[in-house]
């Protein structure tokens, strides 16, 4: 198999910035409130009304999120929080934030999902909430785990424009949905974060905690909690909410370019890649990630495909075999075996909204050419 000449090399993400953003954002530059202006409410009421949510609000990032919505659903010092080892490392860490203890749980062979009966046989007296993570966009089972009966905190910080198994847009289910928008995301503000809840006092929570411990209609440096600086500012509110203008065709480019990369890697003995959508659950497309078959050394592969031009990233590693995890928990091998498995083997390939039908052949004939199929 020869390796198709390019000029230009791929990238592995890349936002959709375009005229409506530059003129969002020129607007506020010119207004001067480039932080607590009108726009962040504008946005958040954006978004809300997006995902089907009574209520949002914007952080300065996905983490910041977490972390408030885990403080506004009661978390504290010596709990436990179940959540999934395959993840990236923020939903774990928050947990330690407020001196509660991550419990990790098994995650589904197939969608890569914490897994519900795993989840439950974790669930002890000192249990007080779920962070299910909707991995790679695809909707986690979260009516499963509201019939544990505990509190629930969503991590959609990937999966903007999923629906979940009832049909209901992620996000719209009522516990807090976290969703993230750094570059790479479906819908992006450079870094930030929006917290969707269907309770109007979580929502009071998080807007006093990310700013300081200062209720909206406080006085001015008047705190009457503990808070943080979680504010996103209206520049990137900007963003935002030009970015919502046109996230539908973003989705749909991203859709489009897993369904070339479904019939480019298809016949790849081995391969394993991502599951498709089951009854009425639908993936946000967020990234592409394969599973390589076992006998390949991952980190072989995603030299030879640099070498062929096509960047490539292990993603996830397991977080409760990172070194902090388990210098603090005494996490080992063996522990997950699924999602050790699936850690293992993953690698995500270049993917993003305008990612041509050429490009996405080219990965697939780097990647064919590196397993010498
Ligand atoms: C599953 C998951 N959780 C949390 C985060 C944290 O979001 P942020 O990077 O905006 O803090 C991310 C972002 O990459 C993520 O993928």
């Given amino acids: 198999m020869t390796v198709r000449q390019v000029g230009e090399a791929i990238p592995l993400a890349r936002p959709v910035l375009g005229e409506a953003e530059e003129q969002r954002v020129l607007e506020v530059l010119r207004s001067g409130r480039l932080s607590l202006g009108p726009l962040l409410p504008e946005f ?45 490392v923020a939903s774990a860490n928050v947990a330690v934030y407020e001196r509660a203890r991550p419990v990790f749980a098994d995650v589904d062979p197939v969608t890569f999902n914490l897994d519900p009966d795993a989840a439950a046989a974790a669930v002890t007296e000192r249990t007080t909430a779920l962070l299910p993570v909707h991995i790679f966009g695809y909707p986690a089972d979260v009516a499963a785990f509201e ?3 505990l509190p629930i905190v969503e991590d959609a910080c990937e999966a903007l424009g999923a629906v979940d198994a009832d049909g209901l847009p992620v996000g719209a289910r009522g516990h807090p949905a976290v969703f993230a928008f750094y570059a790479n995301k479906q819908l992006t503000t450079g870094e930030g974060g929006m917290v969707t809840t269907s309770d109007a006092r979580l929502k009071e929570a998080i807007d006093s905690e990310r700013n300081q411990g200062r209720a909206p209609d406080m006085d001015w440096l008047d705190h009457d909690r503990l808070g943080f600086n979680y504010r996103l500012s209206d520049l990137a509110c900007a963003l935002g909410l030009a970015q919502l203008e ?17 019939s480019a890697l298809g016949g790849i003995e081995g391969l394993e890649l991502p599951c498709e959508d089951t009854g009425r659950a639908r993936r946000g497309w967020f ?29 996830f590693p397991a977080v409760h075999l990172m070194s902090y995890y388990r210098e603090r928990f005494g996490h080992r091998e063996g522990e997950f075996p699924v999602c050790e498995d699936v850690a293992a083997r993953s690698i995500a390939l270049p993917f993003f909204p305008e990612m041509t039908e050429g490009q996405v052949e080219q990965v697939a004939d780097s990647l064919r050419d590196a397993l010498g199929r």
């Fill in 44 to 88: 958040e009421r954006a978004f809300a009304h997006r995902v089907g949510a009574p209520h949002a609000s914007a952080v300065s990032s996905g983490t910041a999120g977490l972390h408030l919505a885990l403080r506004a659903v009661g978390v504290k010092d010596g709990d436990e929080v179940i959540t999934t080892p395959f993840s990236f």
């Fill in 147 to 149: 019939r544990l009966g």
């Fill in 246 to 262: 046109h996230l539908d065709e973003m989705l749909a480019g991203r859709a489009r370019a897993a369904a070339w990369y479904r």
């Fill in 287 to 315: 990234v592409y990630v394969v599973q390589l078959p076992r006998e390949f050394d991952r980190d072989t592969v995603v030299r030879a495909l640099q070498e062929r031009g096509v960047p490539s990233k292990p993603y």
